[in-house]
């Protein structure tokens, strides 16, 4: 039954039923393989969402064809990754990063050019000799080592949040690498919209113009703007739920027009990006943007992320199932060298740059040589810029796709078990924070407090007669 609920035909009038029919049954599936591996694996349970979402996928089970099943909902994907956008950005609070902005811009400084140089010179010496990129000009060959180079480059935000949130995560290491790679991840982005457009002047010998080279830079300036007029809009919606005293399941309902005010933005930065404007906007930095202004606004912080992080860990399930659905091994078996030559290199610039910039910085020495496990992984982010490449230039942007692809699979399954490890190494993960029970009775508050802890006593008091013997 249920290999006949998931197995679906796209030109068949009941597309719309089998694939809500199919995600559910997957989420199920997902959620139940996180939980074991969070609890018997010791694993961050995203791991596991990723494993599902593999196993249905075309090139394993077959569960989900090639042109049917969990590809077609783009809507959702969009909506569970403008979730984690918002997150995201609530967690950076200026106040808060005041101390850390040097360790940031250092961090960042740092990354950028030892991981795309060094991923560069490896790609420029190993693309020309892959039978993959056999028959590309040269000029294509140069301009796929250059986005090779920048889409590795991506770190994943998304899953690191979903491992800090797991683990209830806090400290300032945390911090960093949470603030570090949402701006990575922002830099990124504008050096992908540069190297494209270089790309593209390499390839078809397009004119360069100012207006061209600008073009970057007014993306990122407009996704902030929209950023913060999507926060506003937000928060009239949030204050009208919450002024509505006959409305039941409030929760609820701020939760689906969240999610639906996401995918609005979405669709903003697809119909602008269509219809061909020199001035575009980037659906994830926007609601990063947006994030960060109610996480730095004076009343709005605690109903904004109050919503956010109740909706995140149901939206981490289908999201990183579809990531793991999405991913295919064809062409593994014959990149095997090369992806291990690209991920070796990634490893060794991201431990330099890191070491660099937390001496500059004047980080702990403990933390110097293990501060690089916080940016391994590799998710929504980068496999966005990859779907996007392929678009942009069909002739080749597809080769880099299936090599980029197939580096990011195995970051995105080694980087959260990464991640978590150098979270305990340092100390910031609560006793007993993966597993949760309620202890209530006398003298106990009703409230989900760590396995085997020592509930608060309660004082007692002692009545003593005092005597004059």
Known sequence: ATVSVLYCDPNTKIMGALLLGQLLVLCVCSYNVGRLFQSVLKLPAITGYILVGILC?????????????????????????????????????????????????????????????????????????????????????????????????????????AVVKELKADGAFTKLCLSASIALDTAVVSLFAINTNVARIIVDGVQVTPLLMLQPIFKLIASAFIGFAVSHFTAKYIDAVNSLPTLERKPLWRGVGIFSIGVMVYFLSDSLRESGYYV???????????GVCFANGKASHEKFSQPVDEMLPWTNIPFFTLVGSGISFADIPQLAPVIFLLLIARLVALYMSSWLSGYLAGLPPDQRHIRWMGFVTQAGVAIGLCKQISLEFPSWGKSVQSLCVSCILVNLLCGPVCFKWVLNKVGEIPPNSEHMSYVVGPGTPAWPLPKHANPPQVPTVVEINVTED
């Not at 575009?280 to 947006?290: E, M, P, S, W, Y």
């Open 57 to 161: 996928g075309p090139n394993v089970f077959g569960l989900v064809g090639s042109d049917g099943g969990l590809v077609h909902l783009k809507k959702l994907e969009q909506g569970c990754l403008s979730i984690i956008g918002f997150a995201a950005g609530t967690e950076l609070v200026v106040k808060e990063l005041q101390g850390q902005a040097k360790a940031i811009m250092l961090t960042v400084g740092s990354i950028i050019p030892a991981v795309s140089s060094l991923l560069y010179l490896v790609s420029w010496y190993n693309v020309p000799v892959m039978e993959l990129f056999k028959g590309y000009s040269p000029e294509e060959q140069s301009a796929s080592c250059l986005i090779i180079s920048t889409i590795l480059l991506a770190r994943s935000p998304a899953s690191a949040l």
């Open 280 to 290: 575009t906007i980037d659906a994830l930095l926007t609601c990063v943007f947006c």
